[in-house]
């Protein structure tokens, strides 16, 4: 898979869900389904979405010990979607055993990537709720190269980390990056934004955008508008 823009798909129900995939007409967007909407409609959202031809992200971030989360990814790679996601805090034996578990017996997979740190986490809550004193930087590197040791594919992070990934962990292991916003657009609650052009430009793999598009007045024009600054 190359490069390629995630619409994050933060809805409440698969009504407003496939309301607004609806207005696609002969696309199918690369889409992120998120425990939101996962935990309200269950596993049928993932089959309708995979029926209908889109390729899926399901960003539900798995932590939990070695074999309950093996269990569980032997249950989500039945649902062939093409990315899903753990915290790297897990440990890297948590992170081998996702990618056992997520294996089909065919020797096939869904992409796995991490979450290293939250953005939502700062150094100074990492210092005084963690206990974590390393500076958040070499945290999120170290988590990203533990994710490669363990033969993830890839790390969830900010775009402005993505070429710092790349240089620790190889050009091959994959960036998926939020926090993506238009040059004239709002930013909303996301502090570290960029955009798609500049996500380009730093090596971002796949982009994940959602109220850019999904509050658009015009969704498709924002879709087609992220495609142009990041894959064209
Ligand atoms: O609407 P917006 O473009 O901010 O959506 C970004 C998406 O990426 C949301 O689904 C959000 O939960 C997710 N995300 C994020 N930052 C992370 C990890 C995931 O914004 N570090």
Same mark, same amino acid.
């Given at each position: 898979?190359?490069?390629?823009?995630?619409?994050?798909?933060?809805?409440?129900?698969?009504?407003?869900?496939?309301?607004?995939?609806?207005?696609?007409?002969?696309?199918?967007?690369?889409?992120?389904?998120?425990?939101?909407?996962?935990?309200?409609?269950?596993?049928?959202? &993932?089959?309708?979405?995979?029926?209908?031809?889109?390729?899926?992200?399901?960003?539900?971030?798995?932590?939990?010990?070695?074999?309950?989360?093996?269990?569980?990814?032997?249950?989500?790679?039945?649902?062939?979607?093409?990315?899903?996601?753990?915290?790297?805090?897990?440990?890297?034996?948590?992170?081998?055993?996702?990618?056992?578990?997520?294996?089909?017996?065919?020797?096939?997979?869904?992409?796995?990537?991490?979450?290293?740190?939250?953005?939502?986490?700062?150094?100074?809550?990492?210092?005084?709720?963690?206990?974590?004193?390393?500076?958040?930087?070499? &945290?999120?590197?170290?988590?990203?190269?533990?994710?490669?040791?363990?033969?993830?594919?890839?790390?969830?992070?900010?775009?402005?980390?993505?070429?710092?990934?790349?240089?620790?962990?190889?050009?091959?292991?994959?960036? &998926?990056?939020?926090? &993506?916003?238009?040059?004239?657009?709002?930013?909303?609650?996301?502090?570290?934004?960029?955009?798609?052009?500049?996500?380009?430009?730093?090596?971002?793999?796949?982009?994940?955008?959602?109220?850019?598009?999904?509050?658009?007045?015009?969704?498709?024009?924002?879709?087609?508008?992220?495609?142009?600054?990041?894959?064209?």
């Amino acid at each position: 898979m190359g490069k390629d823009v995630i619409i994050a798909c933060d809805f409440a129900s698969k009504a407003d869900c496939l309301n607004f995939l609806d207005k696609f007409t002969g696309k199918k967007p690369f889409v992120k389904i998120g425990m939101e909407l996962f935990y309200a409609e269950g596993p049928e959202i &993932v089959k309708e979405l995979k029926n209908r031809g889109h390729k899926i992200f399901l960003d539900l971030k798995l932590h939990d010990i070695p074999n309950t989360v093996k269990k569980s990814m032997s249950v989500l790679s039945r649902l062939d979607v093409d990315m899903t996601n753990l915290h790297a805090a897990g440990t890297i034996s948590m992170m081998e055993a996702a990618i056992e578990g997520l294996t089909r017996e065919d020797g096939s997979r869904p992409l796995l990537i991490a979450v290293t740190q939250l953005t939502s986490t700062d150094q100074e809550r990492m210092e005084n709720d963690l206990l974590i004193k390393e500076p958040i930087d070499k &945290v999120v590197m170290h988590y990203a190269s533990n994710a490669a040791k363990a033969g993830l594919d890839g790390v969830v992070c900010s775009p402005l980390e993505a070429g710092k990934v790349h240089e620790t962990c190889g050009k091959n292991f994959l960036t &998926v990056t939020p926090g &993506v916003r238009f040059a004239d657009g709002d930013i909303g609650d996301q502090k570290r934004v960029m955009t798609p052009a500049e996500a380009k430009k730093i090596g971002s793999d796949y982009i994940v955008v959602g109220r850019p598009i999904t509050a658009a007045a015009d969704p498709i024009a924002a879709y087609e508008r992220c495609v142009a600054e990041f894959v064209d």
